[in-house]
């Protein structure tokens, strides 16, 4: 009998399990459609992985669901995950879409450039929390 799996982490995970669940599909028929490691499949799913973009597309047409919901959700994981994206999270904000377009991006940055992004995300973050705090006060 197969262990059960752990809650999987972030946006991404929750959504692919519940339509594997859906559909009785296996994590080896996702295995199989990726051309992946049962291995991998169930780390994407746990979100301790993120997915290329091919095995993204791949996982939406077995899955059918929207390609651009699935990318989205994967961004929003990978900001989460970053050191602004907690700053974000602990500030509890929603976080917007067009901040979610950084994610992919961070990677990319050197440690000076993420330095300033992370102080101008703290700055959008106080002053959002500071006008929240006005007008509930």
Avoid: Y
Avoid at 18 to 47: C, M, W
């Amino acid at each position: 009998m197969p262990r059960p799996l752990p809650a999987p982490r972030g946006k991404l995970g929750p959504a692919l399990l519940q339509r594997i669940n859906e559909l009785g599909i296996t994590f080896k028929d996702v295995s199989d459609t990726t051309d992946r490691s049962i291995n991998h499949v169930r780390n994407v799913v746990l979100g301790v992985s993120c997915p290329s973009d091919e095995m993204l597309e791949r996982i939406s047409e077995l899955l059918k669901l929207d390609l651009e919901r699935l990318k989205d959700l994967r961004a929003e994981d990978m900001l989460l995950q970053s050191p602004f994206g907690q700053r974000l999270q602990s500030a509890r904000l929603e976080i917007p879409k067009s901040l979610l377009d950084l994610a992919p991006v961070w990677d990319n940055l050197d440690d000076v450039d993420r330095r300033r992004a992370a102080a101008v995300i703290q700055a959008l973050a106080d002053t959002a929390a500071r006008e929240k705090k006005q007008s509930n006060g």
